[in-house]
């Protein structure tokens, strides 16, 4: 796939929702949408609870970890997109890419119930952008992603801010980290990429891309017990 996604850059299509394209494809290798959508309860409980028996074991896996830095990517070039093209297929891309980052959270909840400690690495949910504990997923490639990958790094994380090299230089934004762990301002921060591709902010979004919010909207308004033996962050 990786061969794959050099081969796409010669192709006459911008370069952002292009390896938005080959970033999805690449995550889709290591995780199985339709069991994400299982999960999130599309299916019924019955199919929920199986889905999390499946997912927990895939979450401690390396499969899980490299899933993870591809939907953090799907991120990065969603928010490089130009104005009002985060739409149709892009749109669905940015939801699945939440999809597998809030099961990821869930299940790290889950992951660290019984270990010493845990209430405390429970609240840990954000972080400075100085804070060496976490590792940015919706950013270049660096030796931090990689270690985070071959599972010698925890906290994957992402930023709320656009890279600098893609926002006006005058623009003074600060900058929000979010930890996985916080599945739900996961899933803000996607409405987010949404709001901020439409710059009417008075108007309607297209209806797939209010759809796709409208679901998200939905699966933070779940039950923390519904996913697992721990509470969930609270945003």
Known sequence: MEIFRDILLNVTTPEAELLLTAQLLLMILHVCPEELQRFAGKYGEDAANQAFV?????????QSRRAVWHAGQVFYWASMLPATELRDFNAIAVYFAALTMWTYGHLSI???CNLPGAASQLDQSSASHNDPSFVLINRQESSETRAFIAGRMEAPALSTTTPKAATD????????????SN??????????LYRRNFPF???????LVEN???LMRDLCSLPDNRFSRCVSPVE
């Open 169 to 180: 230089e005058n623009d003074t934004s600060s900058e929000t980290v979010i930890k996985l």
């Open 54 to 62: 499946t997912l927990e074991r895939w979450g401690n896996t390396e």
């Open 212 to 214: 796709m919010g409208n």
């Open 110 to 112: 889950t992951s660290v």
């Open 183 to 192: 599945p739900n301002a996961v899933l803000k921060l996607a409405r987010d």
């Open 201 to 207: 902010h008075d108007g309607p979004l297209p209806p």
